[in-house]
């Protein structure tokens, strides 16, 4: 997400008026193994996850039967360094919209059982949002 530092959220309080962060509070481990379940077929970009959209044979791509690749920043060693690294850099941002009043966190590990509590919140900012918008989350 933006900003990745103080210096970047002092930035954009000089070019705009924050009213509410959001922070999606995930365990890391979650993160790590939803990334490093991920290949992808290089040649079309086509991204399959062992969990979730698995291919139909395992390591080949569904259409055209050529090997699937996990990128190198999907690999377990470098999610960690990456997830470090965020964590490290983030906490004082959440930290500096807490003390201005403005951070509001919500914590778990699946999208369908956040996104209810995030739009219940927006709605509280955005009262015209519709309930069309309601059962897609984003």
Do not use: M
């Not at 086509?46 to 044979?57: D, I």
């Not at 791509?61 to 377990?76: C, M």
């Not at 004082?92 to 403005?102: D, H, N, Q, T, W």
């Amino acid at each position: 997400g933006f900003p990745r530092t103080v210096a970047q959220a002092e930035a954009l309080d000089k070019e705009c008026q924050i009213d509410t962060v959001i922070d999606l509070d995930v365990p890391f481990e979650t993160i790590k193994c939803r990334l490093t379940a991920r290949w992808i077929h290089p040649t079309s970009g086509r991204v399959y996850n062992l969990e979730f959209s698995p291919p139909k044979v395992q390591g080949i791509d569904d259409i055209t039967g050529e090997p699937l690749v996990q990128r190198d920043d999907d690999k377990p060693e470098t999610v960690s360094k990456r997830l470090q690294a965020y964590d490290a850099q983030t906490k004082p941002v959440l930290e500096y919209y807490r003390e201005k009043g403005l951070l509001k966190s919500f914590s778990g590990t699946e999208t369908n059982k956040i996104w209810p509590h995030i739009y219940t919140f927006l709605q509280t900012k955005l009262p015209d949002v519709s309930q069309k918008d309601a059962a897609t989350p984003r």
